[in-house]
């Protein structure tokens, strides 16, 4: 059966610390030349960042964000750029490298767009059940996010509309739990440094765009572009085959494997296995997404077979348009 990098990364953690101290094979001077190639095509974009060392990657991401920023072309061309080049990106990090160059991302991506990259990274990378082999208990997946968040939270003290970016980042991580535990999204609010952040996210932000995929309020928040059309932005990035990438986030601490049917408390709680899903309270009782690919998608016209909304909705695409991000 096919590996993802899930399974490897749990299986093979040991050998992952001694991988991620290899020597670099290509410089960030070098790399930044090819800053183009790499906006352009995905494949290039991973092999850049694989022969790039662990803090060159980061910065090499941020090269990269700033340079579609300054692209000429519509807002929807521009959003898939960011897409396809961060996703390309953090399929190539080095090992333990994840949750940095997943921080880069949530602070140098402009917010319109992290619309699309929250809702694509939640079902494509991040998702709590794209391996099938693994089974990821609450405490287990909590404490996962717990130190993807903290990364993040740091990285983002120095950008702008961090309180937004955090939100956006949050978003993420819910709707890749899958709804378990169904109090997540508190959980994170919770956390976030600033009090008046934690308020608007409560109050005005996550609900509409976990319950109705409706961004309006962080987008203003942050004095963003207009919210995007998640299917359009599919339709114009590049396919890239999904992977499961949890794993290396627990890789740069937590280690450890866990496989099939195998129940894993870290802090004494509880022990629900991913099966065990309840959307019945939390900021995440009803998830909703603009990504038609998701179970939680809303409805409406994106996506649908016609203008009326009719059809088969979840999962029908553009003509022309490939879902194998």
Do not use: H
Not at 81 to 98: F, I, Q, R, T
Not at 236 to 264: E, N, T
Not at 278 to 303: A, C, F, I, M, Q
């Amino acid at each position: 059966m096919k590996k993802t990098i899930l399974a490897a990364v749990l299986a093979f953690a040991g050998l992952m610390v001694s991988a991620a101290a290899e020597p670099a094979k290509m410089s960030l001077a070098d790399a930044s030349g090819k800053i183009a190639e790499a906006i352009d095509k995905p494949d290039t974009m991973r092999d850049i960042v694989s022969k790039l060392s662990a803090e060159d990657q980061v910065s090499f991401l941020a090269k990269v964000n700033s340079a579609i920023d300054d692209l000429k072309g519509s807002p929807d061309s521009k959003i898939a750029k960011y897409l396809d080049a961060n996703m390309a990106a953090l399929k190539a990090s080095a090992p333990g490298n994840l949750s940095k160059m997943l921080a880069e991302t949530f602070a140098t991506v402009p917010p319109e767009a992290l619309v699309v990259i929250n809702e694509v990274f939640a079902s494509k990378l991040f998702n709590r059940a794209a391996d099938p082999e693994q089974v990821l208990t609450d405490d287990y997946f909590t404490n996962l996010v717990f130190k993807a968040m903290d990364v993040v939270q740091k990285r983002n003290e120095t950008a702008d509309d961090a309180g937004v970016r955090n939100a956006f980042a949050i978003l993420m991580f819910v709707r890749a739990s899958n709804g378990s535990p169904s109090d997540l999204a508190d959980v994170l609010v919770d956390r976030l440094p600033d009090a008046t952040t934690r308020e608007l996210a409560k109050s005005e932000w996550l609900g509409p765009a976990l319950n109705e995929g409706n961004y309006e309020p962080l987008l203003a928040a942050a004095d963003a572009g207009a919210q995007p059309e998640i299917a359009v932005i599919i339709r114009l990035a590049k396919p890239q085959l999904p992977l499961a990438m949890l794993s290396d986030i627990a890789s740069g601490g937590m280690g450890g494997s866990i496989y099939s049917g195998q129940v894993l408390s870290i802090s004494g709680g509880s022990s629900t296995q991913l099966s065990d899903l309840d959307n019945t309270s939390g900021l995440n009782r009803v998830p909703r997404s603009s990504y038609t690919e998701d179970k939680w998608y809303g409805g409406g016209t994106r996506g649908r077979d016609d203008e009326s909304g009719k059809g088969s909705g979840e999962g029908t695409l553009y003509p022309g348009q490939d879902n194998q991000l």
